[in-house]
């Protein structure tokens, strides 16, 4: 796989993809020994929604979202307020005609405080600190550029790629039901408004053309057509509505629900464990990069770091990838095999301050299992389908 990025070798690469891709599929049967076990999924206990004025839909979608964090980001799990987190947890509802709601919750008293508590990572990259805010270098592209396009009417409309969506605001989605599609909260809201583009929110489902053969006899691909779906609500997590000044990735994910149910395949979603109990330690996810502008690109790579709310990475992402359904092999004790599960949303680029050295990351959100029965809910519209399988 090495030498097909140095050597550019379209053909070599699709066909080790493929090879990789089979490889994964027979992975043995037997469930890893060091399988911790699966989380206790709470219950959420849902109030009637309120009104709220309407959305200005004023802020401007921002597409390559950089956070900058320190050693506090790993902690967050140490000392919980009960209220505090059920106040993240409230949630927006945007409707199509831009009136908006406002649903809090509380945890079922039967429930205690669950939180991922994750042992404080080790910063295994260093990497040079930037000159200034201002003349960031980009640096989602680690070393060789690993990333694959995703070509031809098999490889596009086959699972797992044919789970990515477009997003009219310029980001990538993914599908987690026949009418639900999961993003990034900051494809559509900044932190303070929804963008414009949220006004009209549409997803875009990749059309492939057929192989045209052309005179001399030689074949040409031509990019994929898109039919768009206009949606009908969208959610948003209180956690990320908190103004611009206090914008985290731990919320950075959003659902949006479409006017019409569609016919493909959709990824089923589960808690996110610990790198330990993912095959291979390895992430996956597909989306649309803006420098590669109508082709979807596929990525994989291992976990490097994790805290409690997020999962750290080099997988090579470029903007417009934000909102990829972030996915692994996670094992199934009902199926007794590993099975492709959405784990997190790709939200961005981080960089962190350790001991006064900064280190630079791609940034996925961890579904927690808090967070696993809030995007549930959404979906289903209530808890009894809302457990761990």
């Known amino acids: 796989m090495v030498w097909c990025r140095v050597l550019g070798l379209a053909h070599c690469c699709l066909t080790g993809l493929l090879l990789l891709l089979l490889l994964s599929s027979s992975l043995s049967v037997r469930a890893p020994r060091h399988l911790s076990e699966h989380p206790h999924v709470p219950s959420l206990v849902h109030h009637t929604p309120l009104p709220l004025s309407r959305s200005r839909f004023s802020a401007k979608a921002q597409l390559d979202l950089t956070t900058h964090c320190n ?53 295994r990259k260093k990497h040079k600190a930037p000159p200034s805010p201002h003349k960031r270098m980009r640096r989602q592209i680690y070393g060789p550029d690993g990333r694959f396009n995703i070509r031809g009417d098999h490889f596009l409309l086959d699972y797992p790629f044919s ?107 589960s808690v996110a464990p610990t790198s330990d109990d993912l095959a291979g330690k390895r992430i996956h996810f597909s989306g649309f990069d803006s420098d590669r502008p109508g082709e979807l690109v596929y990525r994989f790579c291992p976990v490097e770091d994790e805290s409690n709310d997020l999962i750290y990475q080099h997988c090579d992402a470029r903007p417009g990838a934000s909102g990829s359904g972030v996915y692994g092999r996670v094992w199934d004790n009902t199926l007794e095999r590993w099975e492709r599960k959405v784990i997190g949303i790709f939200s961005g680029h981080q960089w962190l301050e350790i001991n006064g050295e900064n280190h630079d990351y791609n940034v996925a959100v961890r579904f927690t299992p808090l967070k696993f029965a809030q995007i549930c809910y959404w979906v289903h519209g209530n808890r009894a389908d809302c457990s761990q399988d």
């Open 71 to 123: 050693a506090s980001c790993y902690h967050k799990g140490e000392d919980i307020d009960k209220e505090h987190l059920t106040e993240q947890l409230a949630f927006e509802t945007l409707y199509a005609d831009g009136s908006r709601t406002l649903t809090t919750v509380d945890l079922d008293d039967d429930d205690d405080i669950v939180y991922d508590i994750i042992p404080t990572p080790s910063i």
């Open 163 to 269: 789970t990515a969506v477009r997003i009219s605001t310029g980001c990538t989605g993914v599908l987690v039901s026949q009418q639900h599609v999961l993003t990034a909260a900051h494809c559509v809201h900044d932190g303070k408004d929804y963008v414009k583009g949220a006004r009209k929110l549409r997803v875009g489902f990749l059309i492939p053309p057929s192989t045209n053969s052309t005179k001399q006899g030689q074949t040409s691909l031509k990019k994929p057509l898109v039919r768009w779906v206009r949606v009908k609500r969208t959610r948003v997590p209180k956690g990320w509505i908190q103004g611009q000044q206090d914008v985290s990735m731990d919320y950075d994910y959003a659902l949006l629900e479409l006017r019409w149910a569609h016919r493909r395949p959709f990824m089923r979603l």
